[in-house]
């Protein structure tokens, strides 16, 4: 059983600045639940509760989410408001996390490694970004049971627009059956002319050891940093890669702003609380803007 799962959070968030400049962009409310708690949720529901952290000095706002504040508990408590009390205990009791400092940001490789001492080198292991939330689809659950039958490591894929494979790793693949794949190489943000594929990875990886003595090797590439990405395309010299496809529409990526925005709306759209007059707000505004824009025209 693959249990152990790193989830690096360690990076400066710059496209959300000034927000980010005191919160980390992973405590971003998707409407009144952070970015970072569904990535939780989903290892947690795959029965992983081994989970490690990489942070910067920067991100204390998600070590002290998933810890206990009883200043709140007996807030809640004293004012009758039971439901909320349950929500704020159950985040606590979620997972018994460890927290490790990445002193220098070097990229997501480094942020990797910088977990070896932690997670140990011996076992097979989960990385799941932590600005990636996907809906409807447990990967965790989909990348054990291909390495149970492979024994190789493994990564999730989802097709992107040509023109927006240069914010992705990826991927050339040979398919296998349904959505599984056979990866035959992996490049970081190529340009559309060079991407061999539009099949970028999505942000979820489940590794045998062999990734570590690669990210040890890895030199600084794209931007300067030890990229992940790299790393596999050594590893593949040495064995088998496999890939998973998901539907694109299960991909919400909150790393961007406008990207953040959608997956704000449509989660909130799905909340009988509130999605009634949001939506009619909404159109109030589409029909605001189409006046608008006539009138210019």
């Known amino acids: ?51 490690i952290f990489v942070t910067g000095r920067h991100k204390r706002a998600i070590e002290d989410h998933f810890d206990l504040n009883p200043d709140l508990e007996l807030h809640l ?4 408001k039971k439901k909320l009390l349950g929500e704020v205990r159950k985040i606590s009791h979620l997972v018994n996390p460890i927290f490790i400092r990445q002193k220098e940001q070097k990229g997501l490789g480094h942020a990797i490694l910088t ?33 149970h039958r492979y024994g ?9 627009p040509r023109k927006d494979v240069f ?4 991927a050339k693949v040979r398919k296998i059956d349904n959505d599984t794949f056979l990866v035959e190489d992996i490049v970081e943000k190529p340009s559309p002319q060079e991407a061999p594929s539009n099949y970028a990875v999505v942000g979820r990886y489940l590794f045998t050891p062999t990734i570590w003595e ?12 030890i990229q992940l990405t790299d790393a596999i395309k050594e590893l593949l010299k040495e064995e088998a890669v496999y890939a998973y496809k998901i539907d694109r ?3 919400f990526d909150t790393g961007n702003k406008l990207d953040y925005l959608k997956t704000v709306i ?11 007059e949001l939506l009619e707000f909404l159109r109030e505004k589409i029909e605001e803007k189409a006046k608008e824009k006539d009138k210019k025209d």
Do not use: C, H
């Open 152 to 160: 190789k490591s493994v990564i999730i894929l989802f097709e992107v």
């Open 1 to 51: 059983m693959v249990n152990k799962a790193i989830i690096p959070v360690a990076g400066w968030g710059t496209r959300f600045l000034p927000a980010t400049k005191a919160m980390p962009k992973e405590m971003l409310p998707i409407v009144d639940k952070p970015v970072i708690q569904y990535i939780v949720e989903e290892l947690l529901e795959a029965g992983v509760y081994n989970i």
């Open 115 to 147: 977990a070896k001492a932690t997670l140990g080198s011996e076992e097979p292991f989960i990385v799941s970004l932590g600005d990636i939330i996907i809906k409807g689809i447990n990967t965790i659950d989909i990348m054990r049971q291909i390495y």
């Open 167 to 170: 914010k992705y790793g990826i």
């Open 214 to 225: 690669k990210l040890e090797k890895t030199k600084p590439g794209k931007g300067g940093e």
């Open 77 to 80: 408590e004293r004012a009758g």
């Open 249 to 251: 529409n299960s991909v």
């Open 266 to 276: 449509t989660f909130a759209l799905e909340r009988e609380d509130i999605n009634g």
